[in-house]
């Protein structure tokens, strides 16, 4: 069967649309407070427009025992479709609850040698097929053409539902601003704020009031907030008897926070109640820019701190009591060869290192080379933030550090940090574009 599938494949130009349109919300007013070289290039980020959906089918004929359908548009592009697929995705009200999206058919029930008993086509919009038990299913164009399963209309659709694409930057980095208030009020200003936090990796909100539970507010305008052991939100100011070392007014190295979980929180606010007059300066530093950097200049680095599990421990009593352990790789890499995150606390680093001895020092070279990047003046970004002033980064991505500042009798630095998965940040990112930008 595939024998013949491939030599027709050979002989046929698939479907591929390699359209790709970028849209720049505005509605009389600018909702960036400041324009930079980098919003300027890409910085502010709408999700690429999905396939051209107006294309009409030309015909459609089934291929290899019926195992496949083929349909070809009338822009002259084709399309392969295999009938087990077809069966399973049936959209008719046996086989799919469209008040929720979800599909009933059970797999048991599915037959996966199936093929179509006849098939045609209705208006050059609609593909009706009659299956071997005389079901009958029935297929819209544009749903067809948007499920192409050409690898470029599928990298087309990954880019569409994921937002895959990043802007990598280093010291030149001018942060891109959103008014808090528009973005509690205004869907494009919550679409740019998020969309440019997916691309860039960072965004400040600017102009909250000076008082805990602002970030309660954003949660809600996501969705909800991540609840960890230090709890919903956290207080970062100097204390006694410190339960971690951001609760104290000493220098805080470049690192992701919650390493020690098995599923970091993807996305940390910081909201500045009260700044230091001196010291207490934030830094920043694209973690994934660094690291293709390192593997520029050190592949065997690089393999290293991406294959090595590292374990990392917190213990302690906040929210609640507990003990945290886990092993993660400083440099986590997806299926796809693709840095997906970043894990590094040296704070949290245990003691317990579950490798083998010889393994160690060239594991320490590794890492050192990795840090020594980071804190390089052509990758990190300085600033201060101001009261008011809200910083929300993607925490797979950027290492976080602070500067040293002088305790005193009274609290001098008050922040309060918030987390939030990237999942409920991508949902409401997809339920804002449907909304700002009328896509389904």
Partial sequence: MWTAVGNYLLRSKVYQDCSCVSLLIQKGRSIITRSTPLQRSAGLVQAAQPF??????????????????????????????????????????????????????????????????????????????????????????????????????????????????????????????????????????????????????????????????????????????????????????????ANNVAYTTGKLNFHTDYPVLQHPPGVQFLHCIKQTTTGGESEVVDGFHVSRKLKQQNPQAFQILSSTLVDFTDVGVDYCDFSMQSKQKIIQINDRGEMDRINYNNATRDTVFDISAEKVQPFYAALKEFVNLLNSAEYKVTYKMKPGDIVTFDNWRILHGRGSYQSGKEITRHLEGAYADWDVIMSRLRCLRKTVLNKN
């Fill in 52 to 241: 051209n959906m107006n294309a009409r089918i030309q015909k459609v004929e089934a291929l290899d025992a019926n195992h496949f359908v083929c349909i070809h548009w009338e822009d002259g592009g084709k399309s392969l479709y295999p009938s087990v697929w077809l069966r399973d995705n049936c959209q008719c009200p046996d086989c799919f609850l469209h008040s929720a999206k979800a599909r009933k058919l059970p797999f048991e029930d599915l037959d996966v040698d199936i093929g179509v008993k006849d098939i045609t086509l209705t208006d050059r919009k609609k593909v009706y097929i009659i299956w071997p038990n005389e079901h009958t299913s029935e297929f819209e164009a544009e749903w067809l053409k948007k499920r192409c399963f050409s690898e470029q209309a599928r990298a087309k659709m990954r880019e569409e539902l994921f937002l895959p694409e990043h802007e990598y930057w280093g010291s030149d980095l001018q942060f891109p601003e959103i008014s808090f208030e528009d973005v509690l009020s205004s869907d494009e200003s919550a679409y740019t704020w998020l969309s440019t936090l997916k691309k860039v990796g960072i965004v400040m909100l600017t102009g909250a009031a000076t008082r805990p539970g602002e970030l309660v507010k954003l949660g809600k305008r996501i969705g909800f907030l991540r609840l960890t052991f230090y709890g919903p939100t956290w207080q970062v100011q100097d204390k006694m008897d």
